[in-house]
């Protein structure tokens, strides 16, 4: 049976590297909540155990989510992984200005996972530290995965190379 | 392979009435500094970030107006590239009037063995002609020079732009085509409201609309389907191939990746992002001699194309069933019919219809 996740309420804990350290240990997948209230440093250092300390044994979300999907190329964004968000209305809303309220995020190299879901939530920085933290991962991960053949895209997917 | 369309002189000896280039007076000519700075520029770039190999288009204006010490700098140059380690390929896109025999021993050392010349046809009188020459001239020149490659046995295509005037029997217009040339690729494009098109004189005779376009769609593709569906037919050949096999060779405009693929440089060394950029003076880099190639590779209008991909399919695109088929199409028809690339393409009501009708399971042609 998989171990039941466990929820690390980052708004609230006192010690949260210290928290995560703690819950990575147990062996739980671990959930972090409240990422965008983190300045980038201290997002980072997050993303940095989980990237990095043999300690985890257990995945560490959104962090494990969104670098397998880098790894495999898949496509993922980070309004869908906000269920706590009215995510189409905020969503589709917030996109639809973004061209002229937001023009600088139109050419950032996040834009393909964070869509304007940092801007919109007031963590563009935090964000921008995480994602392009975890692409060098995931650019290090691809170097050392077996080169797959090409095979022809299925309907559906979207993975130019 | 990086593709590089090169202009090296914006002059023309033709006058055609829908001209999408830029027409900026005295003509420009490519300088032997520029075209080195050119390929330095590229040759870095192949080598630190792309995949080692480059295919030039030269294109106009007229690239056969330029005379044949340039095009001796340029095997001179590109030779320098292969020492570099650097594969390099050619193409030619050219109005063909001025082809002459003396002309070949060039253009099959340009070429080599897998380069082909690309030209534009228009049977109808008053389209295409030549500069201070009695109608029809153009098209005998261009019927002669295709005879001459003929022989000479070097590959061509021929693209056919779509206008007003041609709406009614698309269909003939394709019959004649690949009855004279069976041989030769064939491309449709839509007329651009771009350069002489986007003169309100010359769109009223000539524009059309994208529900046209998408009907003109349609009757090229019932006699595409009639003539055995041949491969090199664009737009239909690779559109197919990726419904039947998933194969994903869509050309510029439709495969969603242009910002990596393609760029356009003009004739003072100008980088842009493909030739409709330069003649539309859209989506500029910089300039050869001063950009770089690691600046290049990170420029902002890059990351920002590459970004429209993924910004479209979020919005506008986010229901399309076709989605795979066109990515939105060209980022310069968005701009020109919308003033941003952050939409789709003026002709995108023409193509969903196109393709309903083409590919939809019910409704496939």
């Known amino acids: ?161 | 392979m990086t593709t590089v369309i090169l202009k090296p002189t914006d002059g023309c000896n033709a006058r055609c009435r829908y001209c999408s280039a830029a027409h900026p007076g005295a003509a420009r000519r490519m300088a032997p500094a520029t075209l080195e700075a050119v390929f330095a520029l590229f040759g870095d770039f192949a080598l630190s970030h792309g995949t080692g190999a480059l295919k030039f288009i030269w294109h106009g204006g007229e690239p056969l107006l330029m005379p044949p010490a340039f095009w001796e700098d340029v095997v001179r140059g590109q030779g320098e590239l292969e020492r570099r380690g650097v594969r390099v390929e050619n193409g030619i896109q050219t109005n063909l009037t001025l082809l002459r025999p003396e002309t070949i021993p060039i253009l099959k050392r340009l070429l080599g063995s897998r380069g082909s010349v690309g030209t534009s046809a228009d049977p109808l009188p008053g389209i295409r002609e030549l500069t201070g020459a009695p109608e029809g001239r153009y098209g005998e020149r261009l019927e002669a020079a295709l005879r001459l490659l003929k022989a000479e046995d070097i590959r061509y295509g021929i693209l056919f732009v779509v206008h007003r005037l041609a709406l009614h029997d698309l269909g003939g217009l394709y019959r004649s085509f690949r009855a004279r040339h069976p041989e030769a690729g064939l491309r449709f494009n839509p007329l651009y409201r771009q350069g002489r098109a986007s003169e309100d004189r010359v769109w009223d005779d000539l524009g059309i609309t994208a529900e046209e376009w998408g009907q003109a769609l349609v009757d090229l593709h019932e006699a595409w389907d009639a003539d055995g569906r041949p491969a090199n037919i664009q737009p239909f050949g690779p559109w197919q191939r990726l419904q039947e096999r998933g194969e994903w060779q869509l050309s510029c405009e439709c495969s969603g990746k242009c910002a990596t693929s393609h760029f356009g440089v003009d004739p003072d060394g100008g980088v842009f992002l493909c030739g409709r950029s330069v003649d539309g003076a859209s989506f500029r880099f910089g300039q050869a001699g001063s950009l770089g190639a690691g600046e290049l590779f990170d420029h902002p209008i890059r990351r920002t194309l590459e970004n429209r991909r993924v910004y479209l399919r979020k919005t506008s695109c986010r229901d399309c069933p076709w989605w795979l088929h066109c990515h939105g199409g060209c980022a310069n028809d968005a701009v020109l019919g919308s003033g941003t690339p952050f939409a789709p393409t003026t002709l995108c009501s023409g193509l969903r219809t196109f393709f309903e009708k083409a590919y939809a399971p019910a409704g496939a042609l």
């Open chain 1, 1 to 161: 049976m998989k171990p039941a996740p466990v929820h690390l309420d980052l708004a609230a804990a006192a010690d949260a590297p210290g928290e995560l350290r703690r819950l990575a240990a147990s062996g739980n997948p671990v959930v972090l909540a409240g990422l965008d209230g983190l300045e980038p440093g201290e997002a980072g250092g997050l993303l940095a155990f989980f990237l990095h300390d043999p300690a985890v044994t257990a995945p560490v979300e959104p962090f494990a989510t969104l670098l397998a999907a880098m790894v495999h190329r898949r496509g993922l964004g980070l309004w869908d992984l906000q269920p706590g968000v009215a995510q189409s209305e905020a969503e589709a809303g917030f996109l639809r200005t973004l061209p002229v309220e937001q023009p600088g995020c139109l050419a950032c190299s996040s834009f393909p996972v964070c869509q304007g879901y940092g801007a919109w939530a007031g963590s563009c920085a935090t964000w921008r530290t995480l994602l392009t933290d975890l692409a060098a991962a995931a650019r290090e991960l691809g170097r050392l995965r077996p080169r797959q053949s090409r095979r022809p895209i299925q309907r559906g997917t979207d993975v130019p190379s």
